[in-house]
C-alpha cells in the first residue's frame, strides 16, 4: 500500500529478478502467490492513476504470474476469487477477519473487500445445500432465504466508508479489457508478443451469486448474459465447473410449475425474492457510494484525475455498471411465478 501511495513501486518491480514459481507445491501456496502478484500487478499499471497507465508488465512481473495462473486455471490478474475469497485471514481467536492485501484508503477500501466477504460467508449455506439436496427444494428454501440478504453487517461496513477514498480500490481494481484507458490491453513481457486484454475483478464474477442464478433458472438475455458467462473464466474451475453442472440439471422453476403445489411455488418465490433484494441493495449501494460521489467529482473536478468519470459508466469488470446493475435486477424479478396454482 505504501509503495503505490509513494509511487515508488514501478521502480522497484522493474528492479526484480525473475523468479521461478516451480516450488511452490500445494493449492494453498499458488493461490497466495496469485493474489499478491496479483496486487502488485494492478499497483504497477495504475500507480500513477488513470491518465498513465503503464501499458508493460515486466517480465519479473508477468512471466511468474502467467505460469502461476496457468496451474491454477485462472487469468493473470487480479480476479474477485483472490482480493475477496483468498484475501483473508483471521485477526484474532474469536473469528474476526482482516485482510492479507489492500490498496492505498485505509478503512473504507478495507470494508470494499470485506463486505463482498460477508456477503459470500453468508451465501454458503445455501451453496452447500444447493449441491446435497437439489431434489427436496423445501429443505433448501430457508437456507437460501437467509443467505441471499446482505444482513446488518453489510450496512455497518459501509457505514464509515469515506466517499472520495472510495475511489482508490475502484481505481486499482480495474481491467485492461473495455477500457478506454487500455484500449488494446497490458502487454506481458516474456509472455506474448501481443497485448492481452483481461478484465478487472468483478461482484459479476461472484461463483455463489451465478449458482443462485443456475439453481433458481434465472437466464439473463443478451448482453448481460453474454458478460456474465464470459465472467466464469475469471473463476476457480471448480467453481465454474459447480455452475456448469448446475445449469445443465432439470430446471427446478419448470418442476415447480408441472408440481402445481402452492408451497413449493410459494418457497421458489421467497428465494427469488431474496435474491432480488441483494440486487436491489446492491444497485441502491454502488448509486449512492459510486454515482453520486462521480457526479459531484465531475463538478468540482475529481482529485484522480478523471477517474470519477470513468468509475461512473464503467464497472471493474468493464460492464456498463448501472444498465448491467439494472438488468440484472429485472431478469430476476421475471423469474417469479406469478401464476395462480390450484
Not at 475477496?84 to 473487500?113: E, H, Q
Not at 469515506?162 to 484500449?183: A, E, Y
Not at 453520486?292 to 468519470?309: D, E, K, L, M, W
Not at 471493474?316 to 438488468?327: A, D, I, Q, R, Y
Request: glycine share 6%.
Amino acid at each position: 500500500t505504501h509503495l503505490i501511495e509513494s509511487r515508488k513501486l514501478r521502480d522497484l518491480v522493474d528492479k526484480m529478478p525473475v523468479l521461478s514459481p516451480d516450488l511452490l507445491s500445494d493449492h494453498r501456496e499458488l493461490r497466495l502467490a496469485h493474489l499478491a502478484l496479483g496486487f502488485i500487478s494492478m499497483g504497477y499499471v495504475w500507480q500513477e492513476g488513470q491518465h498513465a497507465p503503464a501499458e508493460i508488465l515486466p517480465k519479473a512481473l508477468a512471466l511468474p504470474f502467467w505460469l502461476v495462473s496457468r496451474r491454477l486455471g485462472l487469468p493473470p490478474i487480479l480476479t474477485y476469487a483472490d482480493s475477496v475469497l483468498a484475501n483473508w485471514k483471521l485477526k484474532d481467536p474469536t473469528g474476526n477477519m482482516d485482510l492479507i492485501f489492500s490498496f492505498p484508503g485505509g478503512d473504507t477500501c478495507r470494508g470494499f473487500f470485506i463486505v463482498s466477504l460477508l456477503v459470500e460467508m453468508a451465501a454458503s449455506p445455501g451453496i452447500m445445500v444447493s449441491i446435497t439436496s437439489f431434489e427436496v427444494f423445501l429443505n433448501i428454501s430457508l437456507a437460501f432465504s437467509i443467505s441471499l440478504f446482505p444482513g446488518p453487517q453489510t450496512v455497518c461496513a459501509f457505514a464509515t466508508c469515506n466517499l472520495v477514498m472510495l475511489f482508490k480500490p475502484l481505481t486499482l481494481t480495474r481491467g485492461w479489457r473495455d477500457n478506454p484507458m487500455l484500449p488494446r490491453g497490458v502487454l506481458y513481457e516474456g509472455v506474448s508478443d501481443e497485448p492481452i486484454l483481461l478484465s478487472g475483478g468483478s461482484a459479476a464474477q461472484s461463483s455463489a451469486i451465478q449458482c443462485f442464478d443456475a439453481l433458481l433458472c434465472i437466464k439473463h438475455e443478451e448482453e448481460t448474459g453474454a458478460f456474465l458467462t464470459r465472467m466464469r473464466d475469471y473463476m476457480p474451475p471448480a467453481h465454474r465447473q459447480l455452475i456448469e453442472t448446475l445449469s445443465a440439471c432439470p430446471p427446478l422453476r419448470d418442476f415447480i410449475l408441472s408440481c402445481s403445489n402452492s408451497d413449493l411455488c410459494q418457497a421458489y418465490n421467497s428465494c427469488v425474492s431474496a435474491l432480488v433484494d441483494l440486487r436491489n441493495y446492491h444497485l441502491n449501494t454502488v448509486t449512492k457510494y459510486v454515482i453520486i460521489p462521480g457526479n459531484y467529482a465531475q463538478s468540482v473536478g475529481c482529485p484522480f484525475r478523471g477517474v470519477g468519470t470513468a468509475l461512473n459508466t464503467t464497472g471493474t469488470g468493464g460492464s456498463n455498471l448501472m444498465v448491467f446493475l439494472k438488468s440484472v435486477r429485472n431478469t430476476t424479478q421475471k423469474a417469479l411465478i406469478l401464476e395462480r396454482l390450484s
